[in-house]
């Protein structure tokens, strides 16, 4: 029997992120992975988590790998880098919580040059959670890593505007996130390119959902951007990320399961959300990191 | 159980009350009435108390800051007593002793001018209503001139006066005389030398004496039509011979007090005395209306002989004192749809003692009499064309169909269209601003009657919107786009942040009426995006379940008090309104009143009533899983798909 081929009418915006050895994402005319219609130029991308000060939360067997460069960002950052393979680093400015260590603008620019100094891939740069304290040291950060094309973080309904005049003032990208809901992120993406944004440098965040925790939501909902941005929806074309190591680590599981668990984990919900369509999933464990690249190759290879 | 006092303070009022019991329901029984629009289920976060002293139990609700719970913040709903307690009701919280607050606080509730009754002001429709229907009123005024009894036609007194009617119309089949005045007949004839005047009612089929008088009374014949709104009570009275309306006075409900939307209502009907209360409030209000229409002009009580309500279908339960709590349970069902033909003074109305009360009939726990009210009024029914009706109320129900079909839905609008929950909204009244634009970098506002602005009306909150929108001074999410500025470059109008919202001035203390200035804030805003989302949404939903395109639709009726005007562009500029030809359009006013005093002065109509009650169908968007995500779409400025609005997209880009 003949296979049925979907055409589709448009395809996902092209976004390049990084300088010296810039990445680009997104461009697919098609579904990932489904044989003869995934017209996808760009695979999938995996980032790894660095953090500007050592993660206390993190359950030992995901601390182990880093040593005593949990405590070093430039160094954290080029083992993930070199060691592990990441293709991009995902810098969490976490300290400048105000129930963290509310660390200043300045030292976290410090740590973010750092991290330029110390590895060539793109860097994705996010905050702590605070929107207050984040705008004022995402702001700081935008302006001295001007040229560098990050993919700065996170914007949302309802803080959204400083961070896209910072981005828009300094060539960088930036993601947008709404609460698995796909209009409110469709209307995100409209507001952000009122203030004279680039539509092709937004990247889609719908919130992450662990195994268990969610993914099922977060996975329709970024199936259905994907075939809505496909369809010709100019303001959902644009490419995904999914915070899978995060959100696979506070898991119950992870923390109080047998060794593997949290890896098994990470790599189980990062390949489900390799299939809804995201671009970019950002990872804690090199092990995940090295399994979930293999699955990439695999099925891009099968093309 | 254990048994702990609660006294609640300032007030001093104490009750004791078991350890299940929550300070909310302890409240209601010593009538202090706090704050709640979700009827205590720890949903709406209005109900915020402070403890001064004793033990309690306190289920955490997400709804107190930490700020507040520092305070002794609980929310009264979500809080039961352990040991003696005291709580302090503070000033946001409360609803005020009804007997001695209630103005002052409804004024603050509604933000506006309250005043008990106003005049209504008539929307102006280019249209006529239906007048197709044929003169037989609810109740009839007859003048007969008995022949004398001789011995050759001593037939009774009774059978006498029956035959008389019968002679003068031939129609009526079934005819009957309650008891009471049967006996009141061999007096009555005689002493007024065999000239009386008989009040025919028609009561479910059957024509029924209801009054006898002696001498010629025909002319003196009245008749009430009532729209029970969640938010707003219209009556008319009509003169049942000319069809003349006489008067027409409106009056906020008085229930608002209980819960803004039916379902608070409903829930509080389930509490001590709630439905009491809920009936007490809807009666007096009525009673009020029909009393200062007949002192006008010089009628009095007995001379209303009929009264005619139209209502959602928990506001005829309520008119009727009927238990409303299963039009909340699942599977949603109603006490009763059709209702029959009752004297009014069992419900509580005072007319003439025996006069009658009719209720437009319901069609479903969402969709009621107000709804065929307005089916009846536009005449949608009998058109071939698809034809859309859209009520803008606090329910903003819609229906689609043509002569062969119906469908109804109703969305939960919120009380805007209303002049509710805004900060300077009043309902449409003289001296609501009504229309407004913007030209030449300044503020244009219309009041009704041309009077100083006193607040905003539905229509006015609408055109608002849509001029912010156009002159980019809020974007399509609806919050402000520049900094708070006290001139805005070139412009003459200022946007200010008040409480840590922004708002716009629309119209200066200085000249309004009310000695404060008139503004529109985001909060505003949120609330009409919200209103109108659902609305559109319900259209939308409708549409797809009928199997219609929108291009389909012929006829738009907009029916709705929010003012005497609505301004089409506005509304489909906001997204209220689906992006149709304006041609389309017609704006029809209060047709729950007006189909309610059409049905006052038809049987016919009434019959008609009947007959659209029975064919509507009726489409329940909660389970509708197509809504939900819709509606999300529809929060936007005109929506987040502007490609529904291409007459929009032209304007704003």
Redesign the interface.
């Known amino acids: 029997m003949e296979r049925l081929i979907e055409k589709w009418q448009d395809k996902i915006s092209e976004v390049t992120i990084g300088a010296k050895k810039p990445v680009k994402i997104g461009g697919e005319t098609g579904i990932f992975f489904i044989d003869g219609e995934d017209k996808c130029p760009n695979p999938p991308k995996v980032a790894m988590e660095v953090w500007d000060m050592e993660p206390e939360a993190w359950p030992e067997t995901l601390k182990a790998n880093f040593g005593k460069a949990l405590k070093t960002p430039g160094e954290w950052a080029k083992m993930c880098a070199e060691k592990f393979g990441a293709d991009i680093i995902c810098l969490r400015l976490a300290s400048i919580h105000p129930d963290s260590k509310n660390t200043s603008s300045q030292d976290a620019g410090k740590v973010l040059e750092e991290i330029l100094g110390a590895v060539s891939i793109p860097l994705i740069v996010i905050g702590s959670g605070s929107p207050e304290k984040d705008n004022d040291v995402l702001l700081h950060c935008a302006n001295i890593s001007k040229g560098q094309n990050c993919l700065f973080g996170i914007a949302t309904?309802n803080n959204y505007k400083t961070l896209t005049a910072a981005c828009v003032s300094n060539g960088h990208s930036i993601i947008s996130e709404a609460p698995i809901?796909?209009?409110?992120a469709?209307?995100l993406n409209?507001?952000i390119c009122?203030m004279q944004f680039p539509a092709d440098k937004i990247v889609i965040h719908h919130a992450t959902g662990a195994l268990g925790y969610g993914l099922e939501y977060t996975y329709s909902i970024m199936e259905r951007t994907r075939l809505a941005g496909i369809s010709g929806?100019k303001?959902l074309s644009m490419p995904m990320i999914s915070f899978v190591g995060q959100e696979a680590w506070r898991t119950k599981e992870a923390k109080t399961g047998a060794k593997d668990t949290g890896i098994m984990w990470e790599i189980t919900s990062a390949t489900a959300y390799l299939n809804s369509g995201a671009d970019i999933l950002v990872l804690n464990h090199p092990k995940a990191v090295s399994e979930t690249k293999k699955t990439i190759n695999n099925f891009t290879l099968r093309q | 159980m254990a048994e702990f006092k609660v006294t609640f303070l300032p007030e001093n009022r104490s009750i004791s009350v078991d350890s299940s019991t929550d300070l909310l329901t302890a409240s209601l029984k010593t009538g202090i009435h706090i704050y709640n629009s979700c009827g205590g289920e720890g949903v709406c976060g209005r109900c915020k108390v402070i403890v001064k002293k004793g033990e309690y139990v306190t289920e955490d609700s997400g709804r107190i800051s930490e700020k507040e719970r520092e305070k002794g913040y609980v929310l009264a709903c979500r809080t039961t007593p352990k040991s003696d307690i005291e709580v302090f009701i503070p000033e946001e919280s409360r609803l005020g002793d009804l007997e001695i607050l209630t103005e002052e606080i409804k004024a603050k509730r509604l933000a506006g001018l309250y005043s008990p009754v106003e005049d209504v002001v008539e929307a102006v429709s280019d249209r006529p209503l239906q007048k197709v229907f044929k003169h037989s009123a609810l109740s009839t005024k007859l003048f007969l001139k008995l022949p004398r009894p001789t011995i050759d036609d001593n037939c009774g007194d009774s059978d006498r006066l029956l035959r008389e009617i019968r002679k003068r119309h031939k129609e009526i089949t079934v005819m009957q005389m309650g008891l009471s005045n049967i006996k009141k007949l061999p007096r009555l004839l005689r002493e007024s030398n065999w000239e009386v005047t008989v009040t025919l009612g028609n009561r479910n089929k059957t024509t029924e004496v209801v009054l006898i008088e002696s001498g010629d009374k025909s002319r003196e014949n009245f008749g009430v039509a009532v729209d029970i709104g969640t938010t707003t009570i219209v009556a008319y009275l009509v003169d049942l011979n000319s069809q003349k309306v006489l008067g027409s006075k409106a009056s906020y409900n008085p229930q608002v007090d209980f819960g803004e939307d039916v379902i608070s209502r409903i829930i509080f009907a389930q509490h001590e005395k709630g439905l009491e209360k809920l009936h007490h409030a809807v009666i007096d209000t009525v009673n009020t209306l029909i009393d200062s229409l007949i002192k006008e002009i010089k009628l009095t009580l007995d001379d209303v002989t009929a009264i005619i309500c139209a209502g959602n279908t928990t506001m005829t339960h309520l008119l009727l004192k009927i238990d409303p709590a299963n039009i909340r349970k699942d599977p949603y069902t109603p006490t009763v749809n059709f209702i029959p033909v009752i004297r009014a003074s069992e419900a509580g109305i005072k007319i003439n003692p025996r006069g009658l009360l009719a209720c437009l009939p319901c069609i479903g726990s969402y969709v009621g009499g107000d709804i065929v009210a307005g089916v009846l009024a536009s005449g949608m029914d009998k058109t071939k064309d698809l034809s859309l009706l859209i009520d803008l109320g606090t329910n903003g129900e819609v229906v689609l169909g043509d002569k062969e079909w119906l469908m109804a839905c109703s969305t939960s609008a919120g009380p805007c269209f209303e002049g509710g929950g805004l900060k300077s909204g009043i309902r449409a009244m003289k001296g609501a601003i009504q229309n407004i634009a913007i030209k030449n970098n300044a503020i244009h506002v219309e009041t009704i009657g041309n009077e100083p602005p006193k607040g905003i009306c539905g229509s006015g909150i609408v055109d608002i919107i849509s001029e912010l929108l156009k002159n980019k001074i809020i974007d399509r999410s609806g919050k402000f786009v520049g900094a708070v500025s006290d001139r805005p470059l070139h412009k003459t109008w200022v946007i200010r942040e008040s409480e840590g919202v922004k708002e716009v001035v629309l119209v200066e203390a200085k000249d309004s009426a009310i000695g404060k200035d008139i503004t529109v804030d985001e909060n505003d805003i949120k609330n009409l995006i919200h209103s109108k989302g659902a609305i559109y949404t319900g259209i939308e939903v409708l549409l797809k379940e009928a199997g219609f395109k929108k291009s389909d639709i012929k006829h738009v009726f907009i029916a709705g008090g929010l003012g005497t005007a609505l301004n089409i562009r506005s509304s489909i500029n906001i997204g209220l309104l689906p992006d149709l030809p304006e041609k389309s359009f017609v704006f029809l006013g209060n047709t729950s009143i007006s189909g309610a005093k059409i049905c006052l002065l038809s049987i016919e109509a009434m019959d008609k009533a009947d007959a659209i009650a029975n064919k509507m169908a009726y489409l329940d968007l909660s389970t509708t899983p197509l809504f939900m995500n819709n509606y999300s779409a529809a929060l936007f400025l005109p929506h987040t798909d502007i490609e529904l609005f291409p007459s929009v997209k032209k304007i704003l880009t």
Do not use: C
Request: glycine share 0%.
């Open positions: 309904q809901d796909i209009n409110i469709k209307q409209i507001l009122d929806d303001m």
